[in-house]
């Protein structure tokens, strides 16, 4: 065996071994929301309270055995103008717990506890913060094609059942 061959073989064995590793099969619970499992990458958001627009990439996976969904996003922000405006990073840990789905949500600066969801099987998912002393939040993830998922994240002020949308987009699956 040629040391070159045995390098690709253990690359190649190491490569499977790290795939299925780092992607699990779902447990029976968390697979309604397999649809979300992916990398994607989105060019076209709308930031409402600025009038600018977003682009940027996430990376869905199962972790934990499959237990619960890992999401890790990159988002670039620019102005009206298309001018660069920064950026931020951010995760957010979806699990079932009690008959339903909840998801923790952090950049850093903020965190939000979504309490609640309503999910179509393998189609949508929408999030909900529980009411309080602050805003209530909302996330929604819906799948138009096999290859592309709309969200919308949307904020109603304390006390209030409207929800204003804060920023939308569309994300293409890359992978």
Partial sequence: MTAHWRIGLAAAFLATFSQASADPALSPDLSRLGFLVGHWRSDDGKVADTGGTSAGVSVISAEAGGAVLLRRDHTDLFD?????????EQIMMIYPEKGTFRAD????????????????????VTFTSAPGGGPTFRLSYDLKAADTLAVTFAMAPPGQAAFNVVAAGT???TD
């Fill in 80 to 88: 009206k103008n298309g001018k660069p405006a920064g950026g931020f």
């Fill in 105 to 124: 949500y952090s950049d850093g600066q903020h965190v939000i506890h979504y309490s609640s969801a309503e999910v179509a099987p393998g189609k949508s």
């Fill in 171 to 173: 994300l293409k699956k």
